[in-house]
């Protein structure tokens, strides 16, 4: 059974904004922690945001603070990733991904220790 899914991606010029989704089909989220991560082929995998789930605390590597946004329905059924000011850089498939509580406050580590994810959205931003 698939854990979580993801949407949204979509091919976009830099500088434009897309929303990501990823929804459980379960009532809702109930683990700890979730996080999205980005990959590309032939390069390692690269953490961007994780949530708490009960409290919505967010967390984010450097490289997309104030541009990217992680948050949650109040239903806790679908997290979010707002994606503003997209540069050609961010081109990559993005996953939502499961991850033990322990890790949360430090997504650039973070999806090392995820154990469930999503097939994944592409995402791609032209210059």
């Known amino acids: 059974q698939v854990a979580m899914w993801e949407s949204g991606g979509d091919s976009v010029p830099a500088g434009g904004s897309l929303r990501l989704s990823c929804t459980t089909p379960?009532?809702?989220?109930?683990?700890?922690?979730m996080g999205w991560f980005r990959q590309s082929p032939g390069k390692e995998r690269e953490g961007l945001a994780t949530?708490?789930?009960?409290?919505?605390?967010?967390f984010y590597v450097d490289t997309i603070e104030g541009r990217f946004t992680m948050s949650q329905d109040n239903a806790g059924k679908t997290l979010y990733l707002q994606m503003n000011s997209l540069k050609a850089e961010d081109t990559s498939t993005y996953y939502c991904?499961?991850?033990?509580?322990?890790?949360?406050?430090?997504?650039?580590?973070?999806?090392?220790?995820?154990?469930?994810w999503g097939p994944g959205t592409l995402v791609t931003v032209s210059s």
């Open positions: 991904a499961r991850v033990p509580g322990g890790h949360c406050s430090d997504p650039r580590r973070a999806f090392q220790f995820a154990d469930a």
């Open positions: 379960k009532e809702r989220f109930t683990n700890p922690c």
């Open positions: 949530l708490r789930i009960n409290t919505g605390s967010t």
